[in-house]
């Protein structure tokens, strides 16, 4: 699937409601910035953060000055199609920036989301081959004072938003500053309910406690595979072992805990595959959300290693969605996954028929059910129902 249409419709409307410049940003265009202001037209984006670049982008803008010495500025230049980039700034301290969210239709969010979104750091040390979120973050992970995100939360009940979503890459990273942050919460642990994504590895008891007194009510294991030689391929930082412990600890404190799946990954075989739908079995998630093929992303290592062995001609290659599967099982894998959702009703696989998420999200959200949505699939059983009604 590709937005590029729709994006292009925002442009559209947006040059005939005015004149000015128009500047492109955030995740997507971060990780494709050359791509998207051609494919677009578009003058000028910024790559990584916006806050502090676009005020200054602005400013040199608004006195006709040059901007292209600016740290994360894009600029494409029509006559000749060539676009200059200059490395993201970031931000040295996050604490730098305030969210003001009067600016903000918070309750409006909240009512067709069912929650609101919550960061306490900015960028991921881990390795993982896939990911891109070294490239729209930072590689090094830059993290808030505890207490100016109690704050946040604080402001946000106010504004009547009580469910967050915790959007870093990994909750329980760097060692030890989960711990301060669910410190700074636990006051508001009563008024609150956040879910948050969540390594296997670097997982206690001690830590679930802490969340779970300071209002966290379900986790999102960014798990990929169950089984050794896949979690290599991924480069992952923990193991089997790590995933059935962590599964352990949320089951035996009644904590709703999702496992996320990447079939097909480098390394992956019929073996593979099967090994990490039975320690799926053996764990119990309370949702197994599964996707078939990894999307591969320019300047991630998956995509430079593809580069290099030729399996994609070039990077230009990867600017429409581009998915690996492992030779092995390449043929067959989609249906073998399909078949395994269908035989267990926790599964859901988007993008797809089966367990439909997005009409049963929709049907959920219409009741005015709030948080992670996937919480509610086995407990209802509308997922199979709303499938077996095509």
């Known amino acids: 699937m590709t937005y590029l249409p729709h994006y292009r419709e925002v442009v559209a409307a947006c040059r005939a409601a005015s004149a000015a410049p128009l500047v492109l940003g955030g995740s997507a265009f971060t990780t494709m910035p050359a791509h998207y202001l051609r494919a677009l037209e578009v003058p000028y984006g910024i790559v990584g953060e916006g806050e502090v670049a676009i005020v200054r982008l602005l400013d040199r803008l608004a006195a006709g000055a040059e901007p292209r010495d600016l740290g994360g500025l894009a600029v494409w230049d029509a006559p000749t199609g060539r676009v200059t ?7 040295s301290s996050l604490d730098r920036i305030r969210a003001d969210r009067r600016w903000i239709d918070n309750r409006r969010y909240f009512e067709r989301g069912g929650m609101g979104n919550l960061q306490t750091k900015r960028g991921c040390h881990y390795k993982c081959t896939y990911c891109a979120y070294p490239v729209i973050e930072g590689r090094g992970m830059r993290m808030r004072d505890p207490a100016a995100i109690a704050a946040e939360v604080r402001a ?5 938003i009580d469910q967050f979503f915790v959007v870093d890459s990994v909750f329980n990273a760097p060692r030890g500053y989960a711990e301060q942050v669910c410190a700074a919460l636990r006051p508001l642990g009563e008024r609150i309910r956040w879910s948050c994504f969540v390594t296997p590895g670097n997982f ?10 300071a209002g966290c009510q379900s986790i999102d294991f960014g798990t990929d595979a169950a089984s050794a030689p896949t979690l290599r391929g991924f480069r992952k930082s923990f193991n ?7 599964s352990t600890l949320c089951r035996e404190r009644g904590v709703a805990f999702c496992h996320s799946l990447v079939f097909g990954g480098e390394g992956e075989t019929w073996e593979t595959v099967a090994e990490t739908i039975a320690v799926m079995d053996e764990c119990q998630p309370t949702v197994v959300i599964a996707m078939c093929g990894v999307r591969v992303y320019p300047e991630t290592p998956l995509a430079q290693a593809l580069v290099a062995r030729g399996d994609v001609p070039g990077v230009d290659a990867l600017y429409e969605p581009y998915f690996y599967f492992a030779p092995a099982v390449a043929e067959g894998l989609a249906e073998r996954v399909r078949a395994a959702a269908h035989e267990r009703r926790n ?20 009741r005015g059910l709030k948080g992670d949505l996937w919480r509610y699939v086995s407990r209802l059983r509308l997922g199979r129902a709303l499938a077996a009604a095509e």
């Open 204 to 213: 206690s008891a001690e830590l679930l406690d802490l969340m779970l007194a």
């Open 347 to 366: 599964w859901l696989l988007p993008g797809t028929k089966v367990n439909d998420e997005e009409r049963l999200f929709a049907r959920l959200r219409g």
């Open 85 to 91: 980039i200059a490395p993201p700034a970031w931000l």
């Open 156 to 160: 946000l009940l106010d504004d009547g």
């Open 240 to 246: 089997v072992d790590d995933i059935r412990e962590a």
